[in-house]
């Protein structure tokens, strides 16, 4: 059954707080004591310690080799220094600072007006945050510096306490100028990484833009080539009909050879004494009369001739009377190639 006494809770999580969690997850990532990006771009810092030789940090971290160092800090001993692990509910992250002014307010040994403190966020647990608590008192801070540093400045230098192995800031010192130069390169670097992304979104853009009107010109040809493919199929559909045609044709004038062809020829193979009274031709078969003075030297010589596969008598040689001459009756068969 869902829970009605609270419209702003999901899941248990109140979203009214959403923009604190967002805002609180950035501060973290950006200015937290383990941050990623801090580490990478904040100022190096020249420590002067008590009893030790000055060392440079950076990112929380002592490096050998540094650069030019713009910012100093002074590490308090430990004398001066009170120091507090807190578990707190994870429930707390988004409103750490709130925690810790209540915290100092309510623990510190020092009055309000003369107590500067620091924090750290060490770590997540399952259910709880460490944070580590740092109470100074100022006027003893600064008797310190004058004494030791002939500072009485305090924007001069930093302030650094120790405690469980971490470097933790006190507040209301010299640490506004790291801070400031820090902000300063992390605009230059997020308006570095925006102009990148701007750069990088407009050849995005040139090239679909680009890609666009490349697309549009191949649709264009491939328009232009399918109404070309459309043109040629008919072509190729009007030159196969045509072939279709001509093999038609052709079949045709081979089935049936032209009849003014085989007169010509058969006038040149008679001769004068022979001469046809009847020609019919059906196709390659062709049925001939006539008379000769030899019947059967016309038919030798129309068997020997190339064009004729096969000439034979339908009907017997008959002579005509007293007048010499012979009538006949023969079928001839054209070869293929007669023409």
């Not at 006190?170 to 390169?185: D, N, P, S, T, V």
């Not at 008919?234 to 032209?258: Q, S, W």
Request: glycine share 6%; proline share 3%; aromatic share 8%.
């Amino acid at each position: 059954m869902l829970d009605t006494t609270n419209s702003w809770e999901l899941f248990g999580f109140d979203v009214r707080r959403i923009g604190k969690h967002w805002s609180s997850a950035w501060t973290q990532f950006l200015w937290g004591h383990d941050s990623p990006v801090r580490s990478h771009l904040d100022e190096t810092v020249l420590v002067h310690a008590e009893g030790r030789d000055s060392a440079y940090y950076h990112g929380n971290r002592r490096v050998s080799d540094p650069v030019r160092a713009h910012c100093e800090a002074v590490l308090l001993p430990e004398s001066a220094v009170l120091s507090k692990t807190l578990r707190l509910p994870l429930a707390a992250e988004s409103d750490l600072d709130a925690v810790m002014t209540l915290e100092v307010g309510a623990h510190s040994p020092f009055p309000i007006d003369d107590t500067a403190f620091g924090w750290a966020l060490l770590g997540h647990g399952e259910a709880t945050l460490q944070v580590q608590l740092v109470l100074v008192s100022l006027s003893a801070t600064m008797g310190y510096l004058g004494q030791a540093y002939d500072c009485h400045d305090p924007r001069t230098y930093e302030v650094w306490a120790e405690a469980d192995g971490a470097f933790i800031v006190i507040r209301g010192f010299g640490e506004a100028q790291r801070h400031a130069l820090y902000r300063r390169r992390l605009l230059r670097v997020g308006g570095l990484m925006a102009y990148c992304a701007v750069a990088a979104l407009l050849m995005f853009g040139l090239a679909s833009i680009t890609k666009y009107f490349e697309l549009q010109r191949y649709q264009e040809m491939a328009a232009r080539v399918e109404a070309r493919s459309v043109t040629a199929a008919e072509l190729r559909a009007d030159l196969a009909m045509g072939n279709e045609t001509v093999t038609a044709v052709n079949t045709y004038v081979d089935d049936h050879p032209n009849p003014h062809l085989e007169l010509a020829r058969l006038t040149r193979l008679l001769g004068d004494d022979a001469f046809v009274e009847q020609f019919s031709m059906s196709g390659r078969s062709i049925r001939l009369r006539g008379q000769a003075s030899d019947a059967a030297e016309v038919m030798s010589k129309l068997t020997e001739e190339p064009a004729y596969t096969e000439v034979t008598a339908p009907q017997a040689i008959t002579k005509l009377g007293n007048s010499g001459k012979e009538r006949f009756v023969l079928t001839i068969q054209l070869a293929e190639n007669a023409s």
